[in-house]
């Protein structure tokens, strides 16, 4: 659970990082720079210095909404770690369900077992005084002692499933082994199931199953990024400029001697890249294709699971 919210705290920082590239940059430089040169002939040393300060700003337009698609891929992988975290929750909670059952249930039959050894061991002693006195055979003597035996038995194999099936629990719950065999240790009823479940229609059942949902927002992904590689073909648009300062002394910067301004915009578009971008495209769209594919069989494996599920329900005594 916390790797699945780490995730998120990374996809949702992965989208700041694309979001930020929408915006123009700005930065500060600093230069300073020193000569000194002698001439031997005249004996004359020349020394000079020249300081420089800007802030230098750029901006990628987003002309063709190429970077709003990469960003638009980046909300889907945020989405689609949301909806498995959810998912993890939702296997969580089933496992630690199945497993307290699981527990209750053999502490309800090891109580049984244990209650029913005195009147199986009173049954043994029956059929014996029936054997000997002639009104019974050694057949029914044996069953008797083997149900006997077998009940012995039984105890030693619950006890196991009791002691593993705690070891479980306190697995799922992030602890240490032993951790929450006090809190276990109270006999409790078996967890009894609602006696009518709100089923509804098997498509909204669908929609509310986090790994169907997870794998939609993975074919939104995958097409944004396709639609955003062939983006890539049409022309770019940077603008640029630079607002700066310059002074022979260090301590004369904040008034300058000279000061310079300058506004740059290009426009750029690919012509020969030796079948880069083409294939970027083929790439992008077979990733396309392949989530629609892993969309397909989560679909279908969640219809099968519902569908089973309806069944289960439907065919259990009321």
């Given at each position: 659970?916390?790797?699945?919210?780490?995730?998120?705290?990374?996809?949702?920082?992965?989208?700041?990082?694309?979001?930020?590239?929408?915006?123009?940059?700005?930065?500060?430089?600093?230069s300073g720079s020193g000569a000194r040169s002698s001439n031997r002939t005249t004996h004359v040393t020349i020394t000079s210095?020249?300081?420089r300060a800007s802030l230098d700003a750029s901006w990628q337009?987003?002309?063709f909404v190429r970077q709003?698609?990469?960003?638009?891929?980046?909300?889907?992988?945020?989405?689609?770690?949301?909806?498995?975290?959810?998912?993890?929750?939702?296997?969580?909670?089933?496992?630690?369900?199945?497993?307290?059952v699981t527990l209750r249930s053999a502490e309800a039959e090891l109580v049984v077992v244990r209650n029913s050894l005195g009147t199986r061991s009173e049954t043994v002693q029956l059929t014996r005084w029936r054997e000997q006195?002639?009104?019974?055979?050694?057949?029914?003597?044996?069953?008797?002692?083997?149900?006997?035996e077998q009940a012995h038995a039984a105890i030693p194999e619950l006890q196991l499933v009791i002691a593993q099936t705690r070891n479980q629990l306190t697995l799922l719950s992030g602890r240490t082994p032993g951790a929450l065999n006090s809190l276990l240790a109270k006999p409790r009823n078996v967890p009894m199931a609602p006696m009518k479940t709100a089923v509804g229609i098997p498509a909204e059942a669908l929609r509310q199953?986090?790994?169907?949902?997870?794998?939609?927002?993975?074919?939104?992904?995958?097409?944004a990024r396709k639609i955003a590689a062939k983006r890539e073909r049409l022309p770019s648009l940077s603008l640029s400029g630079t607002l700066g300062v310059e002074a022979l002394k260090a301590g004369r910067i904040f008034s300058p001697d000279t000061t310079a301004a300058s506004l740059l915009g290009s426009l750029t578009a690919p012509l020969i890249d030796a079948g880069r971008i083409?294939?970027?495209?083929a790439i992008q769209g077979e990733l396309e294709k392949q989530s629609v594919i892993a969309y397909e069989a989560v679909v279908l494996a969640a219809l099968s699971e519902v569908e089973n599920a309806l069944v289960a329900i439907s065919a259990a005594p009321q």
């Open positions: 659970m916390r790797t699945a919210l780490s995730r998120i705290a990374e996809y949702r920082a992965r989208r700041g990082v694309e979001k930020s590239a929408l915006f123009p940059q700005l930065t500060a430089n600093t210095e020249s300081y337009v987003d002309l709003s698609q990469t960003l638009k891929a980046a909300g889907e992988d945020l989405a689609q770690n949301e909806e498995n975290f959810y998912g993890a929750q939702v296997s969580l909670a089933a496992e630690v369900a199945s497993a307290y006195s002639g009104t019974g055979s050694g057949l029914d003597t044996q069953q008797s002692i083997s149900v006997s199953r986090p790994d169907v949902r997870a794998a939609e927002h993975q074919v939104e992904a995958a097409f083409r294939n970027n495209i």
